[in-house]
């Protein structure tokens, strides 16, 4: 059940970030520079999530039900 939270949660935010990025390469009024680095931005934080979601999976799988007991 745990597992199913992080990717349901993580996917969402994934799909909010590519959405994001793809607004910004659609709007035709936005400069070419502008478009460039707000769609580097999404799919860079869309790919920190996809890696943030797989790191708790594995950990989720070894036992650690409460990663903030770590701090």
């Not at 580097?40 to 999530?49: E, S």
């Amino acid at each position: 059940m745990k597992i199913a939270a992080v990717i349901a949660i993580g996917a969402f935010f994934v799909l909010y970030f590519v959405l994001y990025m793809l607004v910004a390469f659609l709007v035709p009024e936005m400069p070419m520079i502008a478009r460039i680095v707000v769609g580097g931005f999404g799919a860079f934080i869309a790919g920190y999530m996809i890696k943030t979601i797989i790191e708790r999976i594995m950990e989720i799988r070894k036992g650690e039900d409460d990663d903030l007991s770590n701090y």
